[in-house]
């Protein structure tokens, strides 16, 4: 074993391993171990950047949606002395048809 300061991996082919590989191999691609890893934790830090900016951007809704609504809504219509409106009973609406 030659010494080493790096951290070392030793991996088992798992089905589902094995599964993921199989269509690479079918091809004739090489199988890459340390290009697989490199691509996997690109991917990984892709969808966790993805996941992060979608919270981030659910966040500032929010906080719009609260300060609109601490604003008093403007641009909504909230006259409650008026009658809303209602939906037509069934009846109402056979005897329309």
Do not use: C
Not at 29 to 41: E, S
Not at 65 to 90: C, M, N, Q, V, Y
């Amino acid at each position: 074993m030659v010494p080493t300061k790096r951290k070392r991996h030793m991996i088992t082919e798992t089905v589902e391993i094995e599964t993921a590989l199989e269509p690479l191999r079918a091809q004739g691609i090489p199988v890459n171990f340390q290009r697989l890893v490199v691509k996997g934790a690109e991917a990984t830090m892709s969808e966790h950047r993805a996941l992060a900016e979608d919270a981030e951007s659910r966040l500032q809704a929010r906080e719009r949606f609260l300060d609109w609504t601490r604003e008093g809504a403007p641009g909504l219509d909230l006259d409650t002395t008026r009658s809303a409106w209602k939906r037509p009973s069934i009846e109402k609406l056979l005897e329309d048809s």
